[in-house]
């Protein structure tokens, strides 16, 4: 478990925010705001325990958006057969979805990863460097092993695309090797998907959603070369420049408008606090062996704090159901929350394909 404050004066940072003048301001616009206002923010300026008090954050702060994304998605599932929520955030956006449209037939909690994906769709040096080049922050040896499984001897640090040319010299005695197991990977994860996923004959369906939080929609990029077909992908926030392959369709709640936009965004600056809260059981999805079996990367225990957030946001939209936001209300108490709770409590999360840290805080 990780360690957290275990203790906050009541209402010390209720002073120090806004926070009371926003949720004032819906109150009479937005008839659910008092309920909201009442469970959840004053509830947890008198409350004591930390973990109750997480509960309650994450009821008022977190849920509401969560909830207009997932009461969103449940407008257009019938267009879908199956919708795909990505692991390891769609463990719970999963949860969420059947909680709210009690349709548990189409949903399916698909196992997925950028390294994974990323790794089975290698057919040459080009596919390498692209995989290299993406974000990253931290020693070349763990972008090396995290991404493509190399393990090499070498401290430095690195910061990518910029020093891609020097992570591909380490890398050009393994080219090959990589190549030739990328190869039996794309055979073993295509097997599985199809054995897995699909309904008839071992074909997918035509009719299939992506769901995830987001970011640079990475994996629906490479599952859409993996299977050699276009999806469509639904998430809460895009960058204003994803990836994507051919006529595949990308769409976000609150998606980046531009570059400008991409500094100011609140759910997109707080991404690394959603993925906190909609944590899985078992660690990354490193690939498929010969035998169909799931290989994962170690995983650490859920943090009793991110339980006990999930459990908030169940509360909402068990208390919450059917009801229609008339304003954007969800995104005001997103982003005058996200920085108190990132205060209030010590978060970390698992983040070896960007920084290469076995757990990078949530600043």
């Known amino acids: 478990m990780i360690p957290i404050k275990e203790k906050c004066k009541k209402g010390e940072l209720l002073k120090k925010t806004n926070t009371l003048k926003v949720f004032k301001r819906y109150i009479k616009k937005e008839p659910l705001t008092k309920k909201i206002l009442q469970e959840g923010w ?33 407008q257009i599932k019938n267009r879908y057969s199956q919708i795909w929520f990505l692991s390891r955030e769609g463990y719970i956006l999963k949860t969420l979805y059947e909680l709210y449209t009690k349709d548990p037939k189409r949903a399916k909690y698909f196992l997925a990863s950028r390294r994974a994906v990323s790794f089975a769709c290698i057919e040459n040096r080009q596919d390498i460097k692209n995989i290299l080049s993406q974000n990253y922050n931290g020693k070349l040896k763990n972008i ?8 090499i001897d070498d401290e430095s640090y690195v910061s990518m695309p910029r020093d891609i040319e020097k992570a591909m010299a380490k890398t050009e005695p393994f080219i090959n090797d990589i190549i030739e197991k990328a190869k039996e990977q794309r055979e073993n994860y295509r097997s599985y998907i199809f054995k897995n996923y699909s309904f008839k004959n071992h074909s997918l369906e035509k009719n299939i959603l992506i769901c995830d939080v987001g970011y640079n929609a990475t994996i629906q990029y490479y599952l859409s070369r993996l299977l050699k077909r276009e999806f469509e992908g639904f998430y809460i926030c895009l960058t204003n420049k994803p990836l994507k392959q051919g006529k595949s369709k990308l769409s976000s709640l609150y998606g980046v408008l531009n570059d400008y936009d991409l500094q100011k965004n609140a759910v997109f600056q707080n991404q690394l606090l959603l993925e906190y809260l909609l944590q899985a059981p078992a660690g990354q999805l490193i690939g498929i062996d010969k035998g169909g079996k799931e290989i994962f990367a170690p995983s650490q225990d859920i943090p009793m704090v991110a339980k006990a957030m999930a459990e908030g946001v169940k509360d909402f939209f068990k208390d919450c159901k059917n009801y229609t936001f008339k304003t954007d209300f969800p995104l005001a108490a997103f982003t005058a929350l ?11 999360i698992e983040d070896n394909y960007c920084s290469g840290e076995e757990r990078k805080k949530i600043l």
């Open 338 to 348: 996200a920085p108190i709770i990132k205060k209030e409590f010590r978060l970390e």
């Open 42 to 74: 004053l509830k947890a300026q008198r409350e004591e325990d930390i973990y109750k008090r997480a509960r309650l954050y994450a009821y008022t702060g977190l849920a509401p958006l969560l909830y207009v994304y997932i009461q969103r998605l449940s």
């Open 144 to 151: 090396l092993y995290s991404r493509l499984g190399i393990t």
